[in-house]
């Protein structure tokens, strides 16, 4: 059931459909497990870096379903210090084999190379790319907007790797218009999205990545503290807290009119405020409530 957040935002609360596997991840994952467990697959491997949500869901799905688990985590120097970070240790609690690389070996992670020496290391496995996207995690994420999702005309939603927006903009209405708001810089998406929809009733605000991936400031550190204060719902620094700033600053600069009923998309992501916090302390900057 959706939250009615104001006069003109309800927001579809993702982040609480499940305790570990949450938000856009379970989404993503569903067809996914489904497939390795039909093909006999006994283990899953993916890639990702610190603060990974998708490191820790395909972790806890895997002790959730009968998976082995292998991470390839990016950046070496993360294996000296992975039980100070909580996404990380996370993750080996629930059983996952973490694997670290340096960051020129993981950019080739996609690469036929690099993926037959994993092969060889670590025998068969089910492959889930970075973030999760793929087709069977996009036709989970056309299961997000239920029939009464459609008296909205916005729908909004964050973006990583295009995977959660692009089931979103297929299972919109025409009427709607989807507005994604990215985590990262660059305009690689537009090509990532097109790649899993022909529909064009969307568009990337590119306004609101405060610098790049993970990059924050007091700004917005502030603004997620306020709005969790104010309507009791928290937001990730990462995806969920960039997008609700945008929209805000959006409807301050008259985007929106009176007549808009936006709802947006919760994805989750909660888990990596602590990480978030135990970096913010060293840098001596506010805390995440």
Same mark, same amino acid.
């Given at each position: 059931?959706?939250?009615?957040?104001?006069?003109?935002?309800?927001?579809?609360?993702?982040?609480?459909?499940?305790?570990?596997?949450?938000?856009?991840?379970?989404?993503?994952?569903?067809?996914?497990?489904?497939?390795?467990?039909?093909?006999?697959?006994?283990?899953?491997?993916?890639? =990702? !870096?610190?603060? +990974?949500?998708? /490191?820790?869901?395909?972790? *806890?799905?895997? $002790?959730?379903? &009968? %998976?082995?688990?292998?991470?390839?985590?990016?950046?070496?120097?993360?294996?000296?210090?992975?039980?100070?970070?909580?996404?990380?240790?996370?993750?080996?609690?629930?059983?996952?084999?973490?694997?670290?690389?340096?960051?020129?070996?993981?950019?080739?992670?996609?690469?036929?190379?690099?993926?037959?020496?994993?092969?060889?290391?670590?025998?068969?496995?089910?492959?889930?790319?970075?973030?999760?996207?793929?087709?069977?995690?996009?036709?989970?994420?056309?299961?997000?907007?239920?029939?009464?999702?459609?008296?909205?005309?916005?729908?909004?939603?964050?973006?990583?790797? =295009? !995977?959660?927006? +692009?089931?979103? /903009?297929?299972?919109?209405? *025409?009427?709607? $218009?989807?507005? &994604? %708001?990215?985590?990262?810089?660059?305009?690689?998406?537009?090509?990532?999205?097109?790649?899993?929809?022909?529909?064009?009733?969307?568009?990337?605000?590119?306004?609101?990545?405060?610098?790049?991936?993970?990059?924050?400031?007091?700004?917005?550190?502030?603004?997620?503290?306020?709005?969790?204060?104010?309507?009791?719902?928290?937001?990730?620094?990462?995806?969920?807290?960039?997008?609700?700033?945008?929209?805000?600053?959006?409807?301050?600069?008259?985007?929106?009119?009176?007549?808009?009923?936006?709802?947006?998309?919760?994805?989750?992501?909660?888990?990596?405020?602590?990480?978030?916090?135990?970096?913010?302390?060293?840098?001596?900057?506010?805390?995440?409530?």
């Amino acid at each position: 059931m959706n939250i009615r957040v104001n006069d003109w935002i309800s927001l579809k609360p993702e982040y609480l459909n499940h305790e570990h596997i949450s938000g856009n991840k379970l989404r993503k994952l569903k067809y996914n497990l489904i497939n390795a467990k039909a093909k006999g697959f006994k283990t899953l491997l993916t890639f =990702g !870096g610190a603060f +990974s949500n998708h /490191i820790a869901a395909v972790a *806890a799905a895997g $002790k959730e379903y &009968g %998976f082995g688990t292998i991470g390839i985590i990016r950046g070496e120097e993360l294996h000296n210090e992975f039980t100070h970070n909580p996404t990380l240790s996370f993750a080996s609690q629930y059983g996952m084999n973490l694997h670290y690389v340096s960051r020129e070996a993981y950019r080739l992670k996609s690469s036929k190379e690099f993926v037959e020496a994993l092969h060889q290391k670590f025998g068969e496995f089910y492959l889930l790319p970075e973030g999760g996207t793929n087709d069977l995690a996009v036709k989970g994420c056309e299961e997000i907007l239920q029939k009464d999702d459609f008296s909205f005309n916005y729908i909004c939603c964050p973006v990583g790797t =295009g !995977g959660t927006i +692009s089931g979103v /903009i297929n299972s919109s209405k *025409a009427h709607q $218009k989807v507005l &994604g %708001f990215p985590a990262l810089k660059g305009d690689f998406l537009d090509n990532e999205i097109k790649k899993y929809t022909q529909k064009t009733n969307w568009e990337l605000i590119t306004n609101y990545h405060f610098g790049g991936y993970a990059k924050i400031n007091e700004d917005l550190i502030s603004f997620i503290n306020w709005f969790k204060t104010t309507y009791n719902i928290p937001l990730d620094p990462i995806y969920t807290g960039k997008m609700m700033y945008g929209l805000f600053k959006m409807k301050e600069l008259g985007y929106f009119t009176s007549e808009d009923k936006v709802l947006v998309i919760h994805t989750g992501g909660l888990q990596g405020i602590e990480g978030m916090n135990n970096k913010l302390k060293t840098k001596n900057l506010p805390l995440i409530l």
